[in-house]
């Protein structure tokens, strides 16, 4: 619509993310290579809530979503109601209050970034989680609210590190928000090679609770 200003109401649904045993075929997350075109939206639910209203949502726009579900919803996620609407695409939420360091993450991370936090909070430390939501249009006003609370930045992605959605959130930051900063921000990915078969090499690759809890402990220690 953008271009042509004619309506383009396409919402493509896709599986995202990887589950043990799914190889590198069927464990990949691909947002950060359709947020590159411009255009196109980018929806990426971490909650039942979220997955029912973002697709009316989406459905409803006059530009091409793209509408990321992580395989966690469909195995692993109950809900007894979906709730009031929620917060309407391209508007972040605050998943976890906090104020010793802010995790941004998305999709299936968001739920082992709170377990991360509950984790660090046996220690004496508040950590904040922002679940972005849609990964295109991205809250910077959100993040940079977080930031200004705790002066830590983590950010967390399933996807490989090399020009995802981690790389444009501490950009966004280092460049909007530099002086909000008490340490340099750290990004935790999947490693950068192929998504290993095994579900002991798989859970070795991607982010785990114990890996953005050790993240975040590097960075508390800063």
Known sequence: Y???????????????GGTAGSGPFHS?????????YPGLVIVTPATVEDAYWMLLDSVALNDPVIYCEHKF?????????????SLPIGKARIARPGRHATVVTYSAMV?????AAEELQLDGYQIE???????KPM?????????????????????????????????????????????????????????????????????????IAGALRSLLRY
Not at 7 to 16: G, H
Not at 73 to 79: C, E, M, P, T, V
Not at 111 to 115: G, L, S
Not at 173 to 190: I, K, Y
């Open 28 to 36: 990949q997350s691909m947002e950060a290579i359709y947020a590159h």
């Open 129 to 135: 989680v922002v679940d972005l939501r849609s990964v």
């Open 73 to 85: 919803l469909y195995y692993h996620l109950k809900s007894e109601s979906i709730g009031e609407r």
């Open 139 to 211: 809250d910077t006003d959100t993040i940079l609210g977080s930031v200004a609370r705790t002066g830590r930045l983590l950010a967390v992605g399933e996807a490989f590190p090399w020009g995802g959605v981690t790389a444009e959130v501490i950009s966004r930051v280092a460049s909007e928000g530099f002086h909000l900063l008490d340490a340099p921000p750290m990004r935790l990915n999947a490693k950068d090679t192929p998504i290993p078969y095994h579900p002991n090499l798989w859970k070795a690759h991607r982010p785990t609770v114990a890996s």
């Open 2 to 16: 953008w271009r042509t200003e004619t309506p383009c109401p396409v919402t493509i649904r896709l599986p995202s």
């Open 111 to 115: 739920h082992d970034a709170i377990r």
